[in-house]
Nanobody, 115 residues
Framework: QVQLVESGGGLVQAGGSLRLSCAASGSIFRLITMGWYRQASGKQRELVASITSTGTTNYADSVKGRFTISRDNAKNIVYLQMNGLEPEDTAVYYC?????????WGQGTQVTVSS
């Protein structure tokens, strides 16, 4: 069974920062492109950042310059450093492989940015 456990979310004021963590199971984690997705209430899930096994990153235009994705293959963890948070970033954040995601989603972690 695939296990994905997200953590690090919370309530923050606009302009603040958070660092999300995703702990993933599996011995092939280091070979997989991983991504952070988010889903705002009533909205479609979207991919906001991804990182390949070799460290190549991609970002959605909406977060470019503010978010940084990274990974620690030895620990099977992918991180999302979020700076300059905006109310529009409010969503439940999930990790999964990218761009073709697995149906085995974790519980996600809530990020709420107040005005």
């Amino acid at each position: 069974q695939v296990q994905l456990v997200e953590s690090g979310g919370g309530l923050v004021q606009a302009g603040g920062s958070l660092r999300l963590s995703c702990a993933a199971s599996g011995s092939i984690f280091r070979l997989i492109t991983m991504g952070w997705y988010r889903q705002a209430s009533g909205k479609q899930r979207e991919l906001v950042a991804s990182i390949t096994s070799t460290g190549t990153t991609n970002y959605a235009d909406s977060v470019k310059g503010r978010f940084t994705i990274s990974r620690d293959n030895a620990k099977n963890i992918v991180y999302l450093q979020m700076n300059g948070l905006e109310p529009e970033d409010t969503a439940v954040y999930y990790c999964n492989k990218a761009p073709r995601f697995s149906l085995y989603w974790g519980q996600g972690t809530q990020v709420t940015v107040s005005s």
